[in-house]
């Protein structure tokens, strides 16, 4: 996928293998975190390298990132140290006629930066409100609010996305020309992430209805 006018192409996330997969153009980029429902957030303490999932949500050009103020990461984090955040949809199996040449199909994104502390209370509710809508659209006006004391429980990151790239892997796959004609099935399995039927809590009183954005739930699947 050639790159776009967007994020600045000489930062640290070019991508060099298979450039031809990779782009800068923001509305890919923002599409992609929109999509993914968490990221991992890799980060170094010390010596020592740590990788944590966590929820997200991007506001603008931002991406913020929950944890909680006891956890590990947030402890670190708000010390603002590099950061580097992925996410990854996966979209398919790529089944090809020599095992050297399997893949995936998939849609990534890498971010770079230096994460900032969410600090104010209206900020922190702001950045709070844009992960529970990304999680549930809709589900802010329908649930209760953090109270001051869960607030100050609860972290927040804040992370640019002005050093960010999208990676993206689509089509058949790539045999080399002469296993073209080897007696082996290739071709895609396609993936997509799948929404069941939503079980209610066994305390749920009597008489509360299914909320329709929840009865509904559901994401792109991808191109």
């Not at 999509?35 to 949500?57: D, N, R, S």
């Not at 010390?79 to 580097?84: D, F, G, K, L, S």
């Not at 006006?141 to 609860?154: D, I, S």
Request: proline fraction near 9%.
């Amino acid at each position: 996928m050639p790159s776009h006018p967007g994020v600045d192409h000489r930062s640290r996330v070019t991508v060099r293998r298979h450039p031809e997969r990779g782009s800068h153009d923001r509305a890919i980029i923002h599409r992609i975190l929109d999509e993914a429902l968490f990221c991992h957030v890799g980060f170094v303490v010390g010596a020592q390298p740590f990788v944590i999932p966590t929820i997200h949500a991007r506001s603008h050009d931002r991406l913020y990132v929950h944890g909680s103020s006891a956890s590990r990461m947030l402890r670190a984090l708000g010390a603002r140290i590099p950061v580097c955040v992925t996410v990854t949809i996966l979209d398919g199996l790529v089944l090809a006629r020599s095992v050297f040449d399997h893949s995936m199909n998939y849609r990534s994104v890498v971010v770079l930066g230096t994460a900032h502390p969410v600090e104010g209370a209206d900020e922190k509710t702001d950045a709070l409100r844009a992960i529970v809508e990304h999680v549930m659209p809709g589900r802010w006006a329908q649930a209760r609010h953090p109270t001051a004391k869960e607030l100050k429980a609860t972290s927040v990151l804040s992370l640019s996305l002005e050093e960010a790239s999208a990676k993206i892997r689509v089509g058949p796959p790539k045999d080399d020309p002469g296993d073209l004609t080897l007696p082996v099935w290739a071709g895609e399995v396609p993936v997509r992430l799948q929404y069941l039927a939503p079980r209610p809590d066994p305390a749920l009183p009597p008489g509360i209805d299914l909320p329709a954005n929840v009865a509904r739930a559901g994401r792109g699947t991808g191109s």
